[in-house]
């Protein structure tokens, strides 16, 4: 059984930071086999990227409303991957999903297991 779960969410200030993180477990998970995004679902809004890293950490694609203000990175060694979020602002609140796939992609219906959930909200 392969379980993601993300931690360091919670609330901030407009303009704070927070970095969240996704730890990987699982039997069967070998975590190098896979590139790992982060999606957000905002209030009443669909699911969307955020941004992925493939599996070695040297490939990142960040989606442009946020490129310049998160930054996605990951310690294999620990498992790990993390998404930095800096300048945050009231529309970045959301609940934040790690996700997992073998094929570095921007589409959730790629990506085949994913975690439960962070909440990040931020007060202006």
């Known amino acids: 059984q392969v379980q993601l779960e993300e931690s360091g969410g919670g609330l901030v200030q407009a303009g704070g930071s927070l970095r969240l993180s996704c730890a990987a477990s699982?039997?069967?998970?070998?975590?190098?086999?896979?590139?790992m995004g982060w999606f957000r679902q905002g209030p009443g809004k669909e699911r969307e990227f955020v941004g992925a890293?493939?599996?070695?950490?040297?490939?990142?694609h960040i989606v442009d409303s946020v490129k310049d203000r998160f930054t996605i990175s990951r310690d294999n060694a620990k498992n790990t991957v993390y998404l930095q979020m800096n300048s945050l602002k009231p529309e970045d609140t959301a609940v934040y999903y790690c996700?997992?796939?073998?094929?570095?992609?921007?589409?959730?219906?790629?990506?085949?297991?994913w975690g439960q959930g962070t909440q990040v909200t931020v007060s202006s």
């Open positions: 890293i493939s599996w070695s950490g040297s490939s990142t």
């Open positions: 996700a997992a796939t073998t094929i570095m992609n921007t589409s959730p219906s790629f990506y085949d297991y």
């Open positions: 699982g039997d069967t998970f070998t975590f190098t086999d896979y590139a």
